[in-house]
């Protein structure tokens, strides 16, 4: 059985070294860009990473290069989705978000330097690769990642969930679309980090499959989580401000379906992630991951 926890030390202890140092005159963007990587978090997708190593075989040494340019990869996205053009929060997990502490143009640059290191750290892992079968994986793991986190995936989710409800087609089938968003504003990159462990040490196509449908029900059930705490949680708890969904004319599970009918919705991805994984015993820690998701707002 692999231990999901042991992973969250092992990434906090990596983080830093891949963050790289500027000239005096350009520390600044250091700051920022630290600021956000380091200021905690769950490092959910990175434990996703090397845990689908783990599980088909290979070493969390080969593995951890991906699994913190994913982390590198969530924290621009959240700068980027907290600047004032977007969701214009003042808050995350419980601090001030990096535009209020460096200002809008060295928060979107900070982002854009997360991003750019992230697959710079992947490039480099791949062209480290001494044998050909690896350095085929490492390459296909990076590209799987590109597809998830870009313009046909989280990307589309995030302009997806900028789209003014008010002057929507009134035919637009709402659920679907929230469906949309769901799928690549959250699962995408929950995917992209369990299936690249996977692909990093050659699991069968089959077992992708498998856990990338455990990917895509994890991601639903923790935006949905996400959502019944923005209408049930406090901001103490929850690290940012209430209520701003519903305040933003946001697309939630609950703004559309109510507090039952997103507990419903949940309980629905809950069953599809275990049937997913119905076949692999030895993947219970992440059937337990799940499972704890939505016990504060059940």
């Known amino acids: 059985m692999i231990a999901f926890e042991s992973f969250l030390p092992m990434v906090e202890a990596a983080l830093p070294s891949y963050l790289q140092q500027n000239e005096p005159y350009a520390r600044v963007i250091d700051e920022a860009m630290a600021y956000s990587l380091l200021s905690g978090g769950k490092r959910l997708r990175p434990c996703f990473c090397l845990y689908g190593a783990a599980f088909a075989g290979a070493s969390a040494q080969e593995a951890m290069p991906f699994a913190c340019a994913l982390e590198m990869i969530h924290a621009y996205s959240l700068i980027h989705d907290d600047l004032p053009c977007m969701d214009n929060d003042d808050l995350r997990r419980g601090k001030p978000t990096n535009h209020r502490v460096y200002g809008e143009a060295m928060a979107l640059l900070a982002g854009d330097g997360l991003l750019s290191r992230a697959f710079e750290v992947m490039a480099q892992a791949v062209c480290a690769c001494e044998q050909t079968q690896a350095r085929a994986r490492a390459a296909q793991a990076m590209a799987y990642i590109a597809g998830k986190c870009g313009a046909c995936g989280m990307i589309a989710g995030q302009v997806a969930d900028m789209a003014d409800l008010n002057a929507l087609d009134p035919t637009v089938d ?75 004319g946001k697309l939630t599970a609950v703004t559309l379906y109510g507090v039952e009918g997103a507990r419903a919705q949940a309980r629905k991805w809950l069953a599809l992630a275990h049937e997913a994984l119905a076949d692999y015993p030895q993947a219970d820690a992440l059937i337990r991951l799940i499972d704890a998701l939505p016990q504060r707002v059940f």
């Not at 040490?201 to 856990?211: C, E, L, M, N, Q």
């Open 174 to 248: 709402r659920g679907a679309l929230l469906a949309y968003i769901e799928r690549n504003k959250t699962s995408a990159l929950i995917c992209a980090a369990l299936v690249s462990g996977l692909i990093l040490g050659g699991a069968d196509a089959s077992v992708i499959r498998d856990f990338e449908a455990y990917g895509l029900a994890f991601g639903m059930v923790f935006q949905i989580t996400d959502d019944l705490l923005d209408e049930l949680g406090d901001e103490k708890t929850f690290g940012k401000p209430i209520h701003s969904d519903a305040k933003n």
